[in-house]
């Protein structure tokens, strides 16, 4: 049994979804005992899917299994009198509370934060909402695709575009709305736990997901502080940023005969490498392709030209021929590419867990090892709805 | 003795350009007293520009050449005092300089020493150069992101910030448990293994279907009406993600089309996905004659999901952001007063986060290596005509 980094930790997770569980699943992988507290329905991310063969199935959902694995799992009908006395009880005894109602919810229960700081001064209380219990847009409801637009993100994602009002802003795959929201709550939570170390003291944070997105472009914020204009989403203003040297990265992507890959040789050092790597073509020594100010304000011609050198070759060996010469350079890998990366298999980032239902499957692991302490990042698998009923809530009596 | 969680934590900031001084920027406006050690000769890009005021918030930052002996040396026992260690740079870069977890728990046996790196420190690819935009490809975390059948996208700015949260939360996790076992911690970060952790929906449908996921655009896997709208003026939208029935009933109500309300096609979710196509240019015809902040308002009223899709100027003036204090203002040394981000939570009840003007390279020498390392006036004096204190 590996300890982890928060042995004796107790955590109740009360959210649904994908932010407050994300939280409290990153709290489980550090090593916290995280109680799921799911309605007699289960949670909704128990109906998100993906699902084996498309076919939902409460137990089979991939987000749920992967946003609850390491946890243990009640389910309690809290509007019920034995449901609120039942958690009330696992309060007790809780360091931390995590959840994401809509505003007010689980206080309308009478299970809010101050009901339950008279049963345990101590506690921990986090909430995580779309734009927290404060504000104009306090009771606004938004989802991810909401959120990510609203916080400048999707304006970002696509870079500019011939028409921008028949190509509109796109947000991003995979719930990031809802993950950074998580990700927030866990780090402010682990704060506050350490707060809790040295002074004893509990408190409620209270987590808005919009300015966690909004948090994210805190470089494009002081931009603004100090005037500067959006970056366009029209490719011809770009033109003209570039002209008067606002663009200052050169990095993109190239066709490949298997895909692309992605490549910056920005500094004149990686460009003079990457011209090795293409064995120096003859149009090199152009004089509109000679400097970096030169290649910048050139780059759509410049493009064309080493799209057509790259699409003789794969993805995989451009990659490889550029990070020989050290010039940032990777392919354009999809979930596919992922399985047979040898740096994330000799690292051990995926790991397989039994699911009772689903089955051996292998999730995402933690990003970070810590040199004197391992974590338990397959301790058990999401919990089946209802699972640890017997076991836990029968101790409470 | 103030009571921010972070209070009496010592953190030398050895990291540079986005994802470290972010994790940082966390923990000082937190309470943790940040020392920012720079070099004059190799400067921190995230030091120019406006951007700096908001990577380097609330942070003191000495000049230091690391590379000399007595400069090494300095930083040593500046770690010998500290708590907590976090550096970015290339893998390598930190044991060259003598810098190893090795010699930090050697000045300090409990050090929390922090190192991020594009594809983490030890495995076949350690070396890869990388920046947080080609990473994105790398990790598959663009591969769900675009247009169906499109060109792979850029990818915006996601890398970076998102690592730079999940350093800070690292060390808060490693710092707690220090508070419980006295023990220190060498944490190896990988960056495209933090943007790969965020695609778990995608890992595991291939895994279940044996398909590789595909970018969906605004659409949604499940919910239908999905999207953006066009709106009055030029590249306004305002998205729209109808989540369940009775949401499906208001919208229909706000966009004054009874109709469909009642048509049995648009029942559920399943319906309006395989119509969506025909859903999108009824609510178009409604939204294209509203400001999208009205179009969000009428909508909002009556429990649809909604909001603007703004760029980063709008965003900034967004009244959400500012009444609730996440938009601060700060004086800065050219005399303006800006106003600049804050974080994204609130400890009720609790101190106000320290927000200060983002320190200059070398502003606190004299704090640093007079009041906390006991040098002499005369000996900081000679360090600096040596060029070791710059």
Redesign the interface.
Known sequence: MVAG?????RILDVGQGISAPYCAK?LAQ?GAEVIKVEPLEGDEARR???????SPHPE?S??F???NANKYGVSLDLASPDGAEAFKGLAAGADIVVENPPPGSLEAHGLGYETLKTINPGLIFTSVTP??N????K?????????????????????AVEN??SN?????????AE??GG??????T??????K??TGKG??????????M?????????????G????P??ARKVEEAAAAGMVS?I???LPCNDG?V???PREDVQWERWLGVMDNPAWATEERYSTRDARQKNSPALWKLLSEWSSNYSKHEIARWG?EQ??????????????ND???A??E??VEIEHPAAGA?????????????GLPLAARPAPLLGEHNESILEKLE | MSD?????VRVVDLSWI?AGP?AT??MAA?GAEVIKVGSGRRPDPSTR???????NQSKLYCALNISSPEGLELVKQLIAVSDVVIENFAVGVIDRLGLS?EAASAARPDIIMVSSSG??H??????????G???Q???????????PGG????????AD???G??L???T??????R??TG????????????L??????????????HR??E????R????AP???Y?CVG??R?V???V?NDEEWQSLCAVIQRPDLAVDPRFDNADGRRKHQEKLDAAITQWTSLLEDHEATRRL?ET??????????????N????R??G??NQIQTRDGEL????G????????EEPIFTEAPILGQHNEYVYQELLGLSEHETNRLVEEQIIY
Request: overall charge negative.
């Open positions: 980094l928060l042995p004796g930790v990153i550090m998100m899917g993906p699902f084996p063969s498309d089979k991939g987000l299994l992967a946003m734009f927290g404060r504000g104009p847009y009771y606004f409801k938004a989802t991810d695709l909401v959120l990510y637009h609203m916080s400048g993100h999707a304006h970002g994602l696509l870079g921008p009002d509109p802003p796109i947000r991003a795959g995979g719930h990031q993950l950074v990700m927030a709550a866990a780090t402010a682990l704060m506050a736990l350490y707060r170390r040295i408190c409620r944070i209270d987590i808005s997901s919009f300015e966690a909004v948090n994210q472009l805190i470089s494009g914020l002081a931009n603004c502080a100090y500067r204009p959006a970056p989403r029209d990265a990095g993109g992507i692309y992605a490549i910056s990070q050290r010039i940032p350079c990777f392919p354009v890998n999809t979930v596919l590419d992922l399985f040898d740096q994330l000799h690292r980032f995926f499957l292998k999730y995402p692991g933690a990003a970070y090892k810590f040199s004197n302490t | 921010l969680p972070l209070d009496g986005i972010t920027r966390f937190m520009g406006p951007a700096f005021q908001a990577y977890y594809t983490g030890f495995g076949p690819h350690k070396d890869y150069v990388a920046y935009s080609l990473l490809h790398y990790t598959g975390w663009n591969s769900i992101s675009g247009n060109e792979p996208v850029p990818g915006g700015l996601w910030p998102w690592v949260m999940e800070a939360m690292v808060a996790a490693a710092l707690n448990n508070a419980l023990q220190g911690q060498y944490i190896d970060f990988s960056m495209a293994e933090a790969t952790a965020g695609i778990p929906g995608a890992i595991l449908d291939y895994q279940m279907n590789v996921p970018p969906m655009g605004n949604d896997a499940r919910y999905h999207g953006v066009h030029a590249d939208w998205a729209i993600a989540t909002q429990g649809v999901p909604s909001g603007p899709s703004l760029d980063i100027c709008r965003v900034f967004e009244s959400q952001l009444e609730v996440y938009i800006r106003e600049l981000p974080l994204p939570w609130r400890f009720e009840g609790g």
